[in-house]
């Protein structure tokens, strides 16, 4: 079974300034997908950016860049330039294809003023 | 992106009572839907996975009598919680499964907050 992992609860972040959300994952699958979804108070879950495994280089989407490390199953999100609108929980996922979905525990991330 | 629409937003029922709850994708098929179950301040739980003219897979320690999943059209699948308890207050979602290969994902619904008393 697929286990995702969010190693921090909590994390905060100054407007304007970078931050890096860590997520590893287990698996033995060698095809599948990997994807960031922000959950921002009012819980409807919005796609941040998606990975397929067998891409070498990282997903960017504007100002949010993915670290995708295969060998060592890791896939970090970097959000830069933090915007208040980005206070939001954030959760980890994995899916093989064409099959479900595996969420992490997520990540409380507050930006500050 | 997508769009996926639920119905409805809010509900509160007496215990005992059957709701159900509708998701829909608003401008693509989906032969295939989700649904996740989410406690406060906790992650989605799978419950199942709805399928377009066949039975829903449930996840294990899913009531399959209890929570009755029909996937009769591409764009529509319901969720009916039957005899709700207390219990069973949560927040429900629903996502739909679009693309193919890599370009593969899944959106979701804005969710329904399901209170029993």
Redesign the interface.
């Known amino acids: 079974a697929q286990t995702v992992t969010q190693s921090q609860p909590e994390m905060s972040v100054q407007e304007a300034e970078t931050v890096t959300l860590s997520c590893t994952y287990d698996t033995s699958e060698n095809n599948y ?1 990997l ?1 960031w ?1 922000k959950q921002p108070p ?6 941040v950016i ?1 990975q ?1 495994a067998y891409k070498q280089q990282n997903a960017t989407e504007n100002r949010f860049s993915v670290n995708f490390q295969k060998a060592a199953k890791s896939f970090s999100l970097k959000i830069s330039d933090s915007q208040l609108g980005d206070t939001a929980m954030y ?1 980890c996922a994995f ?1 093989k ?2 099959n ?7 990540t409380r991330l507050t930006v500050k003023p | ?1 997508a769009v996926v629409s639920q119905h409805p937003s809010w509900v509160i029922c007496k215990s005992g009572t059957s709701v159900k709850i509708e998701c829909r994708s608003l401008d693509f098929q989906a032969t295939t839907m ?1 649904w996740y179950r ?1 406690f406060p301040k ?3 739980m ?1 419950m199942a ?1 709805s399928n377009e003219g066949s039975k829903a897979t449930y996840e294990q320690g899913v009531e399959k009598d209890k929570f009755l999943i029909n996937h009769a059209s591409l764009t529509l699948s319901t969720l009916t919680v039957t005899s709700a308890h207390p219990e069973d207050s949560s ?1 429900y ?1 629903c ?1 739909a ?1 679009v693309g193919r ?2 370009l ?5 619904g ?2 329904t907050r399901l209170l029993v008393l």
């Open positions: 997908y994807f979804y009012s819980r409807q879950m919005i796609l998606r397929e959760f899916m294809r064409t479900d979905m595996r969420f992490g525990a997520g | 992106g989700f989410q906790q992650s989605l799978l996975t927040f979602i996502s499964r290969g890599n593969e994902t899944q959106y979701f804005p969710g």
